[in-house]
C-alpha cells in the first residue's frame, strides 16, 4: 500500500519567507510526528499529533513553527519567517498505534533557506 | 527527561568485517527501535525489542536488549557494501527518543 507522503520534496526560499510542508501519513494511521533532521546529523523531534490534537509540541523550536492537521489525516507544518538555521529536511512519520510504536518515515522535504 | 546515547558516531569497515554499534538510555526503556537510514534516504524501520536479554536476528544482523532494558546492541556480520548507511536506535519510556545515530562505511 501507499506509504507516507511529503510534498514538496525540495523547496527553496529566500530569509523571512513564509513555508508550508505537507505530510500525508499512511490511511488510518492515528499518531503523525514531525521531525527535524539537519545535514549529517540525528532526528530532532518537533511536534506530535493523536488525531487532530497535538498532545506534545514540545520539540517546536520557536513561535515561527506550527503545526496543524485536519481529518485526522493530512498535516501541514507552517515555518514563518524563515532564518537559514531553519535549512535542514523535515520528515514526518506516522504510526497505526500510540507513541510506543515503530514510526513509518516519509521521504521529506530538503528545505534551503537563502 | 530520558537521553539515548549511541557509539560509535562514525564506523569504518573493511568489507567482509564484523563491527557492533551499541546503544544506552538514562532510563529503563519498555521498547527498543533499531532503524537504517540509507545516503539521501529516510529512516526504514528494522526491528523493535521489547523482552529483557531479547535477541533477534535478521540475516546478518544481530539485535540484543540488555538485561537492565536500558542499552542495546547492533551486530553485524561479514559487512557488504549494502551495510552503508546510518543506523539509528530509538528507547521508548513515556516518549521515543532517537539516538545520534551510528554512521558507518564500508571499505570494499
Known amino acids: 500500500g501507499a506509504g507516507v507522503s511529503q510534498s514538496p520534496s525540495n523547496k527553496v526560499t529566500e530569509k523571512g519567507k513564509d513555508v508550508e510542508l505537507r505530510c500525508d501519513p499512511i490511511?488510518?494511521?492515528?499518531?503523525l510526528y514531525w521531525y527535524r533532521q539537519s545535514l549529517g546529523q540525528g532526528l530532532e523531534f518537533l511536534i506530535y499529533?493523536?488525531?487532530?490534537?497535538?498532545?506534545?509540541k514540545s520539540g517546536l523550536p520557536s513561535d515561527r513553527f506550527s503545526a496543524e492537521r485536519t481529518g485526522g489525516s493530512v498535516s501541514t507544518l507552517t515555518i514563518q519567517r524563515t532564518q537559514q538555521e531553519d535549512s535542514a529536511v523535515y520528515l514526518c512519520?506516522?504510526?497505526?498505534?500510540?507513541?510506543?510504536?515503530?514510526?513509518?518515515f516519509g521521504p521529506g522535504t530538503r528545505l534551503l533557506v537563502l | 527527561g530520558q537521553q539515548v546515547m549511541q557509539i560509535p558516531q562514525y564506523q569504518h569497515v573493511q568489507e567482509g568485517e564484523d563491527f557492533t554499534t551499541y546503544c544506552n538510555s538514562s532510563t529503563t526503556l519498555s521498547n527498543i527501535q533499531w532503524y537504517k537510514q540509507r545516503p539521501g534516504g529516510h529512516p526504514v524501520f528494522l526491528i523493535q525489542?521489547?523482552?529483557?536479554?531479547e535477541v533477534k536476528k535478521q540475516k546478518r544482523l544481530t539485535f540484543q536488549f540488555g538485561e537492565a532494558k536500558k542499552n542495546s546492541s547492533l551486530h553485524i556480520t561479514a559487512t557488504q557494501t549494502t551495510d552503508v548507511g546510518t543506523y539509528f536506535c530509538?528507547?521508548?519510556?513515556?516518549?521515543?527518543?532517537f539516538g545520534a545515530g551510528t554512521t558507518v562505511t564500508v571499505r570494499a
Open positions: 525489542l521489547v523482552k529483557s536479554g
Open positions: 512519520a506516522s504510526s497505526p498505534l500510540g507513541t510506543s510504536g515503530r514510526r513509518y
Open positions: 530509538a528507547g521508548y519510556d513515556y516518549k521515543l527518543s
Open positions: 490511511s488510518g494511521h492515528t499518531a
Open positions: 499529533f493523536q488525531g487532530n490534537s497535538a498532545p506534545d
